[in-house]
C-alpha cells in the first residue's frame, strides 16, 4: 500500500489566489513527521513546511500552512496568495519512527503534484 | 540555500564508466541521506548514514555504494553505469534520524549516461 497519496497530478491556480495541494498517508506508527517540499523547473528540492504527529497546532510559514487532519490521515498544503514563482511540483513525504526507532527517519515521498500559476 | 552541498552538479559519462557523487552536509548535521530521482521511479531512497556508520539502506543497487567519512561528508560511488541509472541524485542531511528532525536537501547531481 502506498504510505503517501498525491491525488493531484496537476494543479491551476490564479495569481493572488489561495490553493491547496492534497496529501494523504498511511501509518501505524504513533511518531510521524510530514513535510511538503517544493521542486523548480531546476531540480533543487527546497523545505517548506513540517508537521509532527503530536503537534497540536497548524503548522505555518509564511504563505504556506498545513492543514494537519490526524483521524482522516491528511496533510493539505494551503498557498496563500499564489505567485507566478510558486509554479513547481510539489511533494508530501513522512518520515515515521521517534527517538530510537528502526526507520532511521527516512523520507518517503508521495508522486507530487505540478502547480502553475497564471497571471 | 540549504547549506548541503553537492557536487558535481552536472556529469555525462558512457555505460560502464564509475562515478562518484560528492556531499557536504550542512553544519552541524550528522545523518546523511542519498535519493535517486527519475521519471519512471520517482524519489527513491537509496542508503542512509549516522556519524560515519550506515544505518539503512533502501532501494540501492549493488553496483552502488557508499560512504561516510570521518569529516561528515559522503560519496556515493556508482559503477558499471547503464542507460538507466540516469537520473538526479539528491544527498539530503538532519541533525539525527528522528520523526521531528527536518531533512534539508542539496541542489542535486545530474547524472546522464550515454
Known amino acids: 500500500a502506498q504510505k503517501i497519496t498525491q491525488t493531484q497530478p496537476g494543479m491551476f491556480v490564479q495569481e493572488k489566489e489561495a490553493v491547496t495541494l492534497d496529501c494523504t498517508y498511511d501509518t501505524s506508527d504513533p511518531s510521524y513527521g510530514l513535510f511538503w517540499y517544493k521542486q523548480p523547473s531546476s531540480g533543487e528540492m527546497i523545505f517548506l513546511i513540517y508537521?509532527?504527529?503530536?503537534?497540536?497546532q497548524n503548522a505555518t510559514e509564511g504563505r504556506y500552512s498545513l492543514n494537519f487532519q490526524k483521524a482522516r490521515k491528511s496533510a493539505n498544503l494551503v498557498i496563500s496568495a499564489s505567485q507566478l514563482g510558486d509554479s513547481a511540483m510539489y511533494f508530501c513525504a513522512m518520515r515515521e519512527g521517534g527517538a530510537g526507532g528502526t526507520s532511521y527517519g527516512k523520507l518517503t515521498f508521495g508522486q507530487g503534484t505540478i502547480l502553475t500559476v497564471h497571471p | 540555500d540549504s547549506g548541503v552541498t553537492q557536487t558535481p552538479k552536472h556529469l555525462i559519462t558512457a555505460t560502464g564508466q564509475r562515478v562518484t557523487l560528492r556531499c557536504s552536509p550542512r553544519?552541524?548535521?550528522?545523518?546523511v541521506y542519498w535519493y535517486q530521482q527519475s521519471l519512471d521511479q520517482g524519489l527513491q531512497f537509496l542508503i542512509q548514514y549516522y556519524n560515519g556508520e550506515e544505518r539503512a539502506k533502501g532501494n540501492i543497487l549493488e553496483r552502488f555504494s557508499a560512504q561516510q567519512f570521518p569529516d561528515l561528508h559522503s560519496e556515493l560511488n556508482l559503477s558499471s553505469l547503464e542507460l538507466g541509472d540516469s537520473a538526479l541524485y539528491f544527498c539530503?542531511?538532519?541533525?539525527?534520524?528522528?520523526?521531528?528532525?527536518?531533512?534539508?536537501f542539496g541542489e542535486g547531481s545530474w547524472l546522464t549516461v550515454v
Open positions: 508537521q509532527g504527529s503530536y503537534d497540536q
Open positions: 539530503a542531511s538532519s541533525v539525527a534520524p528522528h520523526s521531528g528532525n527536518t531533512i534539508y
Open positions: 553544519s552541524g548535521d550528522l545523518s
